[in-house]
């Protein structure tokens, strides 16, 4: 298996929903990453893990809350989003944290997420 | 701090001519550098890399680029466009230098429209 897959493609809801987005790899890779994307514009980082713990958070609202369970998942729990966090949220995975610089990323599909 | 300059924000080619889409960089350290191609509704997908070595990489899909230190240049290049490679590229860069985030920094984006 040599793909980033994410769940759901597409997801809408309001501003008191409580809402989790899922990427999953099979590939082996040790660190995972979370990117938002707003239309037009490149992937800005959210959140890096490293061997299931989380090394970068660049700063992201609490309303975004990252977990990794094991080192095949990553989850991004959301919670009272605003209308301006509608985007398409985008999962990577790569290798190892070792030579982490070396490694290209590997992204998913990506989720569209509309906040209403 | 490290950052990715993609100056066109539109590059237009007739299919069967060859193509260069610009990206400059600034980093602290070595940088290592990355393209990425995002088809519309979908993920980015890895193009090639630049660590070190030979300055003429490489690439997926009949794409090459060409590293200039001297110019802190990492265009993208391909010898025959082909219209199924219309799409949204993005450079990237990784600073070796340190104190930032492992993810990656992209530029802006350039819509690459190839015509028949």
């Known amino acids: 298996d040599t793909e980033v897959t994410q769940t759901p493609k597409h997801l809408v809801m309001g501003m008191t929903n409580k809402k989790s987005l899922k990427c999953e790899q099979h590939?082996?890779?040790?660190?995972m990453y979370w990117y938002k994307q707003k239309a037009k514009k490149p992937p800005e980082l959210m959140f890096v893990?490293?061997?299931?713990?989380?090394?970068i958070n660049e700063s992201v609202p609490s309303r975004f809350s990252p977990e990794c369970p094991n080192s095949s998942l990553l989850n991004l729990h959301l919670h009272a989003l605003q209308p301006e966090d509608s985007a398409l949220y985008l999962c990577?995975?790569?290798?190892?944290?070792?030579?982490?610089?070396?490694?290209?990323?590997?992204f998913g599909p990506g989720t569209r997420l509309t906040v209403l | 701090a490290q950052s990715v300059a993609q100056p066109e924000d539109q590059v237009n080619v007739a299919e069967g001519n060859p193509l260069t889409v610009k990206c400059t960089y600034s980093?602290?350290?070595?940088?290592?550098l990355f393209w990425y191609v995002q088809y519309p509704n979908r993920g980015l997908q890895f193009l090639l890399k630049?660590?070190?070595?030979?300055?003429l990489v490489k690439g997926s899909y009949g794409f090459e680029a060409e590293f200039n230190k001297s110019q802190t240049s990492f265009h993208l290049k391909k010898p025959s466009a082909l219209v199924s490679g219309s799409a949204l590229y993005f450079c990237?860069?990784?600073?070796?230098?340190?104190?930032?985030?492992?993810?990656?920094?992209f530029g802006k984006g350039t819509h690459l429209i190839i015509q028949p």
């Open positions: 990577a995975s790569s290798p190892d944290r070792s030579g982490l610089i070396y490694n290209e990323q590997f």
């Open positions: 590939m082996g890779h040790r660190a």
């Open positions: 893990y490293s061997y299931e713990k989380l090394s």
């Open positions: 980093v602290s350290g070595n940088p290592y």
């Open positions: 630049y660590i070190t070595g030979d300055n």
């Open positions: 990237a860069v990784r600073d070796t230098s340190g104190g930032g985030a492992d993810g990656l920094t």
